[in-house]
Every structure is written in C-alpha cells, then in structure tokens.
C-alpha cells in the first residue's frame, strides 16, 4: 500500500502500465509474458534468447521502482513462472520439454531477484503475501538444486529489511555474534501475525530443501542464511521455539537416515543444525543454552570434525 500523499487515490496503479510500456521495447518477447497471450513460438531456437532480454529489462526495470510498486510486478513474474503440476496459461511445457521449461523457470526467477533487491516492505504480510508464496514454495520443491538456490535468494531479499546479509554470507561456526553488528527491531504484531499463518510453510520449505540428494554447499549456506534471517527478522519466543524444534527435527532425520539420504546430505545437515544453533544460542543471549551448544561443537572438533561445517565444507571455507 502506498504511504500517504504518493499517490492519488483515484488514480490506477502505475506498475502495469510500465510493465506494459516495457514489453513495447521487447515485441519478439512480449506474446510469452503478457496476460491474454499465448507463446506459440517458445520452442523455437530463437525464442529463449528475447525471453531472456524481457527477463533482463522486466528485472531491471521493476529493480526501480518504489517498493509499493514492485510488489505488483514481483506478483506479475511469479504468475508467469511454470510449476509442474498446475495449469500455465503462458506457455506450453510439453512442447519445449524439461530443459526449455528449467530456462524458462531460472530466466523468470533471476528476474525476480533483480525486483526483489533492495526492497524493503514495512510488514511480511506485503512482501509475501499468500498469492505469492504459495508459488514461491512449490518452485522450492523441485528436484534441482539450481532453482531451490533461487527461490532462497528470493526469500533473503525480501526478508532481509536490515541488510545483515552480508554479515551471514557463508556457513561457519560463527565465534562471536555480537561482533557482527546485526541490526534489528522489535518485531510488530503485523508480522506477528504472518508467522503464525505462514510461519509452518517456511520451515516446512526449510526441512524438505535440507533432504534434497541434489543439495550442494551453497544449497546449505543459503538454507543457513534463511534460517538467521528469519531469527532476526521474524522471531519472537514462539517463533524461536519453532525453530529449535525444526533444528532438532533436522537433527533426527539425519540421525535416524530413514530415507537412505548420502552420507555428504546427512553431515551436511547437522553441520547446518550447529552453526544455526550456534548463532541462534547467542542471539537469544541464553547462558546455557549457549554452553551447551558450544560444548557440543568442541566435542565434535576433536572427535566428529565431519559433523561442523568449517570440515564438510573445507573445500570451499578455506
């Protein structure tokens, strides 16, 4: 919703009208993206190459605009983006196959990235409102971890209203938590609210992007981010005890192994679970709880290394 005095209230929404104005630059790529018109053509060699410059000029473009304005465009993309299993009125995914409809998907979601930098919205509920995340969540769910990728740093962008990003880049053992300056406010009864509507589909999205046998290193530093993200933006006690229950319920899925998931899934999973509890433990500045998550991580450092993330990792924590 707009602030007071930016915008008249009679007058429509400009968002659409610039989204329209911008497909004008693009006609080889407009019959793909604009409501009311059907991609014949997608599958042609030429086809993805205009796709991707809508893609590109759809997401710089929407990158500019007032927060209040992007939120229609990013609601404009995510309706364009093909998920298997619902109907997609914008193109037809049988003709251009899996290969074509992944392109598709990676294009419309790097463009969504673009529109979703740098916005801040002033509660969760007008960022991902449900008509958003529900999609968002189903794009999650694919078995590829490129795409999984994705949709998490599309859920950092809009989460992330502080900017502490940055701070959280990597998975590791973080020593000292106050040290990285994290900023902060006290969440409002708005997102309050979001939290125990939508609160269930993140950690639900959470759990099931961990077990993924496709899952790499940055699959598992995005997921870790998320987590620290949603802890600093989002949580209160219930929040934080909802969180402690999914750590742990990550815990016990790669403990028990009832899925057979790769032993590189498995440590991956609980090297997430201690660096997540480790920063959890000193953001919420509880005494014990914090020593005994750091008792654990020392155990570890001399008899389980493969189970923290500076070792499963090393290739790449160097």
């Not at 960022?127 to 969540?137: D, I, K, N, V």
């Not at 740093?153 to 998975?171: C, P, Q, S, T, V």
């Not at 020593?175 to 300056?181: E, G, M, Q, S, Y």
């Not at 496709?214 to 969180?243: G, H, R, S, Y």
Request: net charge positive; charged share 20%; proline share 7%.
């Amino acid at each position: 919703m707009a602030p007071a005095g930016t915008q008249p209230p009679a007058s429509p929404p400009l968002a659409p009208k610039r989204v329209k104005s911008a497909s004008s630059r693009t006609p080889s790529s407009k019959p793909s993206v604009i409501p009311g018109h059907t991609p014949h053509n997608l599958s042609k060699p030429t086809r993805p190459a205009s796709v991707k410059l809508y893609c590109v000029c759809l997401g710089f473009f929407g990158g500019n605009l007032p927060d209040y304005q992007r939120a229609e465009v990013m609601m404009f993309i995510m309706g364009k983006v093909p998920v298997y299993g619902t109907p997609c009125h914008t193109l037809d995914t049988v003709k251009i196959g899996h290969q074509g409809t992944k392109r598709i998907q990676t294009m419309l979601l790097s463009s969504l990235i673009m529109v979703t930098s740098g916005f801040k919205c002033k509660t969760m509920c007008a960022g991902l409102s449900a008509a958003f995340l529900e999609p968002l969540c189903s794009i999650s769910l694919m078995e590829d971890s490129e795409l999984r990728q994705l949709v998490l740093e599309i859920l950092h962008n809009i989460i992330d209203r502080h900017d502490n990003r940055a701070k959280l880049r990597g998975i590791r053992i973080i020593p000292n938590v106050a040290a990285l300056k994290i900023k902060r406010e006290k969440i409002c009864k708005e997102d309050v609210v979001f939290m125990k509507k939508h609160g269930q589909q993140l950690y639900r999205h959470i759990y099931l992007g961990c077990k993924e046998e496709d899952n790499v290193q940055k699959n598992f530093e995005l997921l870790f981010t998320a987590l620290a993200l949603i802890t600093i933006e989002l949580a209160n006690e219930e929040v934080v005890i909802d969180l402690v229950r999914l750590t742990i319920a990550l815990q016990d899925m790669a403990l028990a192994n009832e899925e057979n998931m790769p032993m590189f899934i498995r440590c991956g999973i609980m090297a997430l679970v201690a660096a997540y509890l480790n920063f959890l433990s000193q953001m919420i500045a509880n005494p014990p709880f914090s020593q005994h998550v750091s008792k654990v991580i020392e155990l570890r450092s001399m008899d389980a290394q493969y189970l923290l993330p500076e070792h499963i990792f090393r290739e790449k924590c160097g």
